[in-house]
Structure formats: C-alpha cells, structure tokens
C-alpha cells in the first residue's frame, strides 16, 4: 500500500470522518492540543529562564528541572495524542502542508537540543547546579529552546489557521 492510499485510508476511516465532520471532536482536539502545547511549552520556558539566570536564581538548576520534567513528559504526550487525532482529520492535506513540514522540522531541532543539554551539558550539572553563572552551553541550549519552541508555536498555529 502506497503511502498516498494509506493516508486516504485514515482519512476515509470513520474516525476521520467523525473528528472531521462532528460538531464538537475537531474544537475539542483542538483545545486540548493548545492546551498540552501551552503546558509543554510553559514548564520548558520556566527551565530556560533558569538556565538563563533570568528567574528562580534561588532554585537550583536540577531542582528546576526536576520539578517541571514531568509536567513537560505528561502534556507533550497529551499533545501528540491529540495532534495525531488532528491530523487523522485530514491527513492527505496535512501531509502535504509544508508549514507542518517547518512545524516538525523545528520540533526535531529542539528534540536534538534538549538531548545535547541533557547528555552533553547537563551531565557536569552539579558543578554549576546551585551557582549565579551558568556555564555559556547551558545558557546557549536554554536560549536556543526558548527559540526553536517559539518558532514550533508560529508555524503550528498558521498550520491551524491555513487548513
């Protein structure tokens, strides 16, 4: 099976009918997509603020982190569920959409991020765990994480605005 005739398979399934075509499972999803991505976001932004010394100076960097890890795990899930039953909507377009394309593309580079700072940078974490400088790598991942999630939330959006 092509990936084509796939794609319109889920597309003609009745679950991407009723998603697609039901009064309330599209605004539904929706909603609760929005909602995990917000959570996903928010918890990882509270991390790169302190990574950037720009908030909870006092807290230390691992407590920050471990605090808010869980959070980021459970809504990121909630949020693929959801994008996976979103797209199962109309999955030929979505497929084809080159905003997604970026969307994922920049969901991939902040993937790769996190794992640089969580093997890489934060394996030395206890040296500068409780200090007022951040080492520059760990200060860079923050800032490229506030910026590549940014640009997840921009493209994401116009996806939903322009299908």
Known sequence: MALADFLQSIEDSGFGTAIREG?????L???LHVIALVSVVGSIVAVDLRLLGLA???QPVT?????FL????GAFVVAAITGLMLFSSTPVRYFDSTLLRIKFFFMFLAGVNMLVFHFVTYKDVQRWDTGDVIPASARLAGGLSLLLWTLVIFFGR????TL
Do not use: H, I, M, Q
């Open 158 to 161: 116009w996806v939903g605005f």
């Open 63 to 67: 407590r920050v982190t471990n605090d």
């Open 29 to 31: 999803l929706e909603s």
């Open 70 to 73: 869980p959070w980021t795990w």
């Open 56 to 58: 909870s100076r006092e």
């Open 23 to 27: 009064a309330y499972y599209f605004p």
